[in-house]
T-cell receptor, first 113, second 112 residues
């Protein structure tokens, strides 16, 4: 059963902590993306990766970091430098960056305590 | 800068009451317009891609249409299970790495 998995579903962070959100896909997709969703706003792009060992900043990369060591995995770290991290985080993938459709995982809701 | 505006923000329908959602966009050449459905607390589910003005796509009670400035998502005889937030996104022809510009969405509630 092909798809995108994200874990955990819910995550709680204390101020000053770094946390890492997992994203795994078994669709054999080259391109992967991280978005942030806040109430009343459209999805905003944090980071994207077109191939393994390569990634680029999106529109709101400050306070976030990523890695792409394997084709299947694209973890996102929310660092203590991110001032307002409480949000719903969505991972997506696409066959390639030239392919239009992106498919999303189930999301991780991060709450700062 | 690419912009996407969706209206209305929220829509409440009786079961069977057809309606349309609007997605107005500004983009420097359209590569594709995308519709997604999102249930509360879940990731968006892909519905349609439209590429050029005049194109239409259908899936069950949903029909998406495209002009040079906007797209409509028509919901015909909706059922309660059509309740969701519907998201619209565009991709510019100048984009080389898959950036989608999303609207804020229209929240649809269908009551029995």
């Amino acid at each position: 059963d092909g798809g995108i998995t994200q874990s955990p579903k819910y995550l709680f962070r204390k101020e000053g902590q770094n946390v890492t959100l997992s994203c795994e896909q078994n669709l054999n997709h080259d391109a992967m993306y991280w978005y942030r969703q806040d109430p009343g706003q459209g999805l905003r792009l944090i980071y994207y990766s077109q191939i393994v060992n390569d990634f680029q900043k999106g529109d709101i990369a400050e306070g976030y970091s990523v890695s792409r060591e394997k084709k299947e995995s694209f973890p996102l770290t929310v660092t203590s430098a991110q001032k307002n991290p409480t949000a719903f985080y969505l991972c997506a993938s696409s066959a390639s960056s030239s392919y239009n459709e992106q498919f999303f995982g189930p999301g991780t809701r991060l709450t700062v305590l | 800068e690419d912009q996407v505006t969706q209206s209305p923000e929220a829509l409440r329908l009786q079961e069977g009451e057809s309606s349309s959602l609007n997605c107005s966009y500004t983009v420097s050449g359209l590569r594709g317009l995308f519709w997604y459905r999102q249930d509360p607390g879940k990731g968006p589910e892909f519905l349609f891609t439209l590429y050029s003005a005049g194109e239409e796509k259908e899936k069950e009670r949903l029909k998406a249409t495209l002009t040079k400035k906007e797209s409509f998502l028509h919901i015909t005889a909706p059922k309660p299970e059509d309740s969701a937030t519907y998201l619209c996104a565009v991709r510019s022809i100048t984009d080389s790495w898959g950036k989608l510009q999303f609207g804020a969405g229209t929240q649809v509630v269908v009551t029995p």
